[in-house]
């Protein structure tokens, strides 16, 4: 936690009543990252969406919890910020008001290491009533295994999301949807909209290919803007490929390329969508695009 402006770890228990408001995740492969700027400026988005106003204290926890990944190996770290006590993402983006100095006890070390801070909200300690209390974490996790390839599924369900845009008070519930449907061999789910339209996927962004135009879901329909379908976006209109939105089922992506991106394997390219449509994936054209956006990464210390 921090305690004198310095961020330690600490090895107390977790605290049950935590309720997670803001999450970012990203790959450090032996200390190089892609596009770290762009997971920042997320993050502080989010976390003033959620209601935490201390810019200074996340600016501070977001420098020291970047100097804590060590340079070597592969990590996927995840910082955090959530809620102490009562209340949830949700009533925070319904208050809105934002946090004021001062420091907070607690917070539990996870995974491999943890960094954490605490900040009280308005009022200073945290402590009266009304006031939120937040903590930061750093969680260290060893990357995965990376996959080139992704299998999934439409999701056949209620809308799992309360809050669409950003990234973290759904999280466990996302990733417990996609944990279920592993053990049918389905890699992720594909979140739909009222009219079947394709969303996002629960842990990966779509993006699919009609002839040589690069195709996304419009903005219009929420969810959380994906850095790593950003980049490739960014890279796409760089080298003159046209890049475009469309609103489109599943039916609607029958022979063409499909690609469910993310931070941690940047660009899987979907064998398969059972239930859904019969895709053709254009041999190698994944794996080049894979190391266009693989050369965008650079040294997480300057």
């Known amino acids: 936690m921090y305690r004198d402006g310095s961020l330690v770890a600490d090895a107390g228990p977790m605290d049950a009543r935590l309720h997670l408001d803001v999450a970012d995740s990203w790959l450090v492969d032996a200390g190089r990252v892609r596009a770290i700027d762009l997971h920042r400026a997320r993050f502080f988005a989010s976390a003033a969406a959620a209601g935490f106003g201390n810019e200074t204290l996340l600016a501070a926890f977001w420098e020291a919890a970047l100097d804590a990944i060590p340079p070597v190996h592969r990590w996927f770290p995840r910082v955090e910020l959530s809620r ?36 009280g909200g308005a009022g200073g300690s945290g402590s009266g009533s009304g006031a939120a209390r937040w903590r930061l974490s ?15 599924r439409s999701h056949d369900g209620p809308e ?81 490929v046209t890049v475009s939105e469309e609103r489109a089922t599943p039916a609607d992506l029958a022979g063409t390329e499909l690609w469910a991106v993310n931070a941690l394997h940047g660009i899987r390219v979907v064998t398969s969508w059972p239930g859904g449509p019969t895709l053709a994936p254009v041999p190698g054209r994944a794996a080049l695009w894979q190391r266009r956006l693989a050369a965008l990464a650079r040294p997480l210390a300057p």
């Open 84 to 119: 102490v006590g009562g209340g949830s993402a949700a009533d925070g983006a319904a208050r809105g008001g934002s946090a004021a100095d001062g420091a907070a006890a607690g917070g539990a070390a996870r995974g491999e290491g943890a960094a954490s801070g605490g900040a």
């Open 160 to 240: 799992p999301r309360s809050i669409p845009s950003w990234k973290g008070p759904d999280l466990d519930t996302l990733t417990a949807l996609r944990d279920a449907a592993r053990a049918d061999g389905i890699d992720d789910l594909v979140l739909l909209g009222q009219g079947g339209e394709i969303i996002d996927g629960t842990t990966t962004a779509l993006l699919w290919w009609r002839g040589d135009t690069l195709s996304a879901p419009p903005a219009d329909l929420v969810r959380v803007d994906s850095v790593t379908a950003k980049s490739v976006r960014v890279l796409a209109a760089a080298l003159g």
């Open 138 to 152: 750093l969680l260290m996790r060893l990357a995965p295994p990376l996959a080139a390839s992704a299998v999934l």
